[in-house]
């Protein structure tokens, strides 16, 4: 488990670093409703 972790926490890290863009929000906060 402790080793899955290590990979996701890399992957964000890395993946902040090459891919993240500002991503404008659509949603107000509400709880989506069926």
Partial sequence: ???LQI???AFIEYYN???AKP???T???KA???
């Fill in 1 to 3: 488990v402790e080793d």
């Fill in 7 to 9: 990979k996701v926490l």
């Fill in 17 to 19: 670093r090459t891919m």
């Fill in 23 to 25: 991503f404008k929000w």
């Fill in 27 to 29: 949603s107000q906060g």
């Fill in 32 to 34: 989506l409703t069926a």
